[in-house]
C-alpha cells in the first residue's frame, strides 16, 4: 500500500479533547478500510500565516498513514464535511520518517532553548530596548539640576 503524511488542522477554539477525538474519528476510517496509521503527532496550536475562516490560529495534527487511496479519499471528504478542520493536506512520501517529526524536533530544541534562558524569549530579563530605556530614564531622573539657573534656553533668542 501507498505511505502518506497526513496533515489537518482544526479552529482554534476546539478543545484538546475535540481535536483527540477528531483525531481518533479519522484514525478509526483509515483501519476500518484497510490501512494502518503508525504514528499520530499532535502539533498543538500555532499561529497561521493569514486568517482561515476568521481563525488566526489552529490545532495541528499529522498521521502517517499506510492506507488505500480509497480510505485517503474517505478521510479527505469527511474533512471536507467537518466544521472544525479549517485544512488539510496529503503528501505521498516513499517511506516513513523515523522517530520526531521535524516539526517536533523544533519544538524540543524551542524548549531546550528557553532553558538555557537565551533568546528573546526569557521574559523575565525583558528585552534590550526596554532594558537600555529604563536605565536612561533612571540616570535623568538621578541627575542634578543644572547650575547655572532656572534658565533653559528655548532657541528663539536672537
Request: net charge neutral; proline share 4%; no cysteine.
Given at each position: 500500500?501507498?505511505?502518506?503524511e497526513?496533515?489537518?488542522?482544526?479552529?482554534q477554539?476546539?478543545?484538546?479533547?475535540?481535536?483527540?477525538?477528531?483525531?481518533?474519528?479519522f484514525?478509526g476510517?483509515?483501519?476500518?478500510?484497510?490501512?494502518?496509521?503508525?504514528?499520530?503527532e499532535?502539533?498543538?496550536?500555532?499561529?497561521?500565516?493569514?486568517?482561515?475562516r476568521?481563525?488566526?490560529?489552529?490545532?495541528f495534527?499529522?498521521?502517517?498513514?499506510?492506507?488505500p487511496?480509497?480510505?485517503?479519499?474517505?478521510?479527505?471528504?469527511?474533512?471536507?464535511?467537518?466544521?472544525?478542520?479549517?485544512?488539510?493536506?496529503t503528501?505521498?512520501?516513499?517511506?516513513?520518517?523515523?522517530?520526531?517529526?521535524?516539526?517536533?524536533?523544533?519544538?524540543?530544541?524551542?524548549?531546550?532553548?528557553d532553558?538555557?534562558?537565551?533568546?528573546?524569549?526569557?521574559?523575565?530579563?525583558?528585552?534590550?530596548?526596554?532594558?537600555d530605556?529604563?536605565?536612561?530614564?533612571r540616570?535623568?531622573?538621578?541627575?542634578?539640576?543644572?547650575?547655572?539657573?532656572d534658565?533653559?534656553?528655548t532657541g528663539?533668542?536672537?
Amino acid at each position: 500500500m501507498p505511505l502518506y503524511e497526513h496533515v489537518f488542522l482544526t479552529r482554534q477554539d476546539a478543545s484538546a479533547q475535540q481535536v483527540e477525538d477528531l483525531t481518533a474519528q479519522f484514525k478509526g476510517i483509515f483501519e476500518q478500510m484497510g490501512g494502518k496509521v503508525p504514528k499520530t503527532e499532535q502539533w498543538g496550536v500555532k499561529s497561521l500565516s493569514y486568517r482561515l475562516r476568521k481563525n488566526r490560529k489552529a490545532h495541528f495534527t499529522l498521521f502517517n498513514v499506510d492506507a488505500p487511496a480509497a480510505a485517503l479519499n474517505e478521510v479527505e471528504r469527511q474533512e471536507r464535511l467537518s466544521e472544525d478542520v479549517l485544512r488539510y493536506i496529503t503528501v505521498r512520501v516513499d517511506e516513513h520518517e523515523e522517530g520526531p517529526s521535524a516539526m517536533m524536533r523544533k519544538v524540543d530544541r524551542d524548549r531546550e532553548r528557553d532553558d538555557r534562558g537565551f533568546g528573546f524569549r526569557d521574559r523575565d530579563r525583558g528585552s534590550f530596548r526596554d532594558r537600555d530605556r529604563g536605565e536612561h530614564r533612571r540616570d535623568r531622573d538621578s541627575r542634578p539640576p543644572r547650575e547655572g539657573g532656572d534658565e533653559t534656553p528655548t532657541g528663539n533668542e536672537g
